[in-house]
């Protein structure tokens, strides 16, 4: 990890009329760091998540992208600096094959005006090429080869959800926000999601991730932030996390903190 | 090798679709003209709703705006014919850009909305425009004037029209293979995803109206010198609809159903009308109804599941 934060967020505040749902939030996050966000329903994770993709502009407070801010910007500004999301309910592309929604998450890397393709440039040729070659690596890389030229409708809940984080990838994001990406998963499907999310960030890849399966979560985040009614109750690695009274009562309950607790320490 | 093969592949239909030209008579021409009109207006009007799920209603007014554009320049206003074409497809484009900024900024219907309103003050500007649009009786007199000393007349302009089928089908296809496509495709399918991979969702919108709505224009460019006569009731709203069901029976989405849509309900009357009379539109409300419940990939689904089949 580097010394300075590729997101760093500070006093996010974002009211909905009479209702705060995310106040004075300050965060990091850093290359190649899995950062998760927990907290109960309704305590502003997916909010957050929504203001530093750019879906909302924040009510106050900033949020710095590779050292430029990025608050106010449009989704697709933000996705194309290299921030790139999967959403809590699968969004496939429905009318189009498994590879050609890889492709779309290409698309901040390839030239899509019409005039340049209209007359067949070379670099449009080359790019094309190139997003061809990540989108199979990145079917391979999930396993998800066998369903390569299928409808995305074909695709199992957990296919699904591969295809969400593959079409994320594909644009080579610098970071990665990942909406309870493990949220309906069978044990097996988790595991190679686990070890999908540790190779990623072992890329130097930054992944800020939202989850409820403390199994699933403990092992795998470097750093949790806990939010509690819109605001940071507790930080840290996930062995102090998990012992922290505030966040027990607040969240994890006592014997899932104490799980937690011990397989941390496993 | 696959280069070569598609080249020969695109030849060898041009060169019978043209080849039909020399051999149709007087009568059978003029359908088939007009047919290859439809079947350019349905490829443009398919991109645009199918591919990019932009539900307008303009796709004739637009069409209108070329016929009448060329026209008047070319012939009231004695500009060279080359200006006059290429300043036609521009007004083409600047009013579709006009109407596609303000309308593709809103959701859902707006676009409908604001298309539908755009087509009826076409039919009145051209219904008004006294002697400059000829009112409701349009304009007729005037004639295709020769290029470097060619003139194009006879099974040649029938020829002319099977490139522009070629020429509006081959720039489809490669916008839609490309990152431009999936952008538009995707725009359909969900476009919040759409947005949050990078897609600028507006701008692909705008840019897919203007495009779709221009070729539209050279559409109705070359039907200006089928018949030499231009009226208002050709640009209405009633031919919107049929080039709707077009689209939707041949399979909205799809080039191929797109062309094979326009064919089939252009020539279905000619068949039907001496058994059923004007009974012919029910034929065509019903099929377009069992389309949409049945079997959405249209005409082209089933041609695809023939091959498919074929293949294994």
Redesign the interface.
Known sequence: MSDNPLIAVGGLTKHFGGLTAVEDLGLDLFPGEILALIGPNGAGKTTTFNLIAGVFAPSAGSIMFGGARIDGLPVHRIASLGLMRTFQHNMPFAGMSLTDNILVGCHTRCDSRPLDILLGRRRVRDQEAAARRRAAELISFLGLQDRIDDHVSTLSFGEGRLLELARALAGQPRVILLDEPAAGLTQPEMARLGAAIRDIAARGIAVLLIEHDMHFLFPLAHRIVVLNFGRKIAEGEPDGIARDPEVIEAYLGEAVGGMAARQGHA | MRGVRSTLVWLAAIVAASALAFWLGGYATDVYRKMLIWVALALSYNFLFGIVGQVAFSHFAFAGVGAYGVVILAHKLGMPFGAALVLALALCALLAFIVALPSTRLEGFYLALATLAFSQLVIVVISEGGDLTGGTGGIANYRLPSVFGYAIRGPWYTVLLVLLVAFTLW?LR??DY???G??C??I???A??????????RR?KV?AFT?TSTLAGLAGIAYAYIDNVINPPVFGLENIFLLLFMVIVGGS?SHVGAIVGAVFLYLAPFVLEPIVGHGFLLVFGVLVVLTILFRPSGLAGLLNRRTARGTT
């Open positions: 720039t490669r916008l490309s990152a431009f999936r952008a495709r995707a359909r399918d969900n919040v995803a759409a947005a949050a991979m990078g897609v600028d969702v692909v840019q495009l989405g």
